[in-house]
């Protein structure tokens, strides 16, 4: 399995995704910036929406449930990128033909091919995370952006909602690799990844004080569906010839 891991790093060189993990990190750290004003944009009558809840941007608890969501939809559209590229161009194209003359198992390369999407999704959500968060918090601390500072307390919750997003972000890249094997477009890959996860965003505004829950329950349900759809694929990829 880690052969065909390191064959995968030879055939699809991840330079090009770091620096997309990258531009996701530097707009992750403005979005934390932009989202920290909204309060002070709320005393100046009319710069605010009424729809938009703004008691949500002066609790650390809810800003951290926010950012975390948008690094899950970030990544969750680079993992169905990353699907595209590594595993439905190659097992729906001409591609597939030579794939298949590989002597090895067409399951074992898949799963190689989806170990490596799947684990690069997750580092680098959680790793953007924190450090977006981070950065922020020492901006925030050092200038008195947000009302309340950030404290040590409130790392484990940093922690536990960059590692529950992440594994939102990976599983929703499995779930929509799924869609693309199915459609054989990129554009409906990412669009699915992204409607995976957008829905969050919006029941966090309206039950902030149960976020915690709201990422167990949303990582619990698109993980189960991620884990059998990857099943299905793998007995399909077994039984089929080059699409």
Avoid at 165 to 177: E, N, Q, T, V, W
Wanted: proline share 3%.
């Amino acid at each position: 399995m880690i052969k065909l891991i390191k064959l995968e790093l030879v055939k699809n060189k991840l330079s090009a995704y770091l620096l997309a993990s990258l531009c996701i990190l530097i707009f992750g750290i403005g979005f934390c910036f932009m989202t920290a004003f909204i309060p002070q944009l709320d005393n100046l009558n009319g710069a605010i929406p009424p729809s938009v809840n703004v008691t949500l941007f002066y609790d650390w608890s809810n800003f951290i449930s926010i950012i975390s969501v948008l690094f899950a939809a970030a990544f969750s559209v680079l993992s169905a990128v990353m699907h595209t590229k590594f595993t439905v161009d190659e097992y729906t194209g001409k591609k597939a033909i030579l794939l298949f003359s590989y002597p090895q198992s067409k399951s074992k390369i898949l799963f190689a091919k989806c170990v490596l999407v799947f684990f690069f999704t997750i580092i680098g959500a959680v790793v953007c995370n924190i450090a977006a968060v981070g950065i922020f918090a020492v901006c925030s601390n050092a200038f008195n952006i947000m009302i309340q500072p950030f404290n040590a307390t409130m790392i484990p919750d940093l922690l536990a909602k960059s590692g529950i997003s992440a594994l939102l972000a990976a599983s929703a890249g499995i779930i929509s690799m799924r869609v693309g094997f199915w459609k054989k477009s990129l554009v409906a890959t990412v669009v699915t990844s992204f409607l995976l996860i957008a829905p969050f965003g919006n029941i966090i505004s309206l039950f902030p004080e149960h976020s915690i829950e709201v990422h167990l329950i949303g990582m619990g349900i698109l993980l189960a569906m991620g884990l059998l759809i990857f099943i299905e694929l793998l007995s399909k990829v077994n039984k089929m010839e080059a699409l």
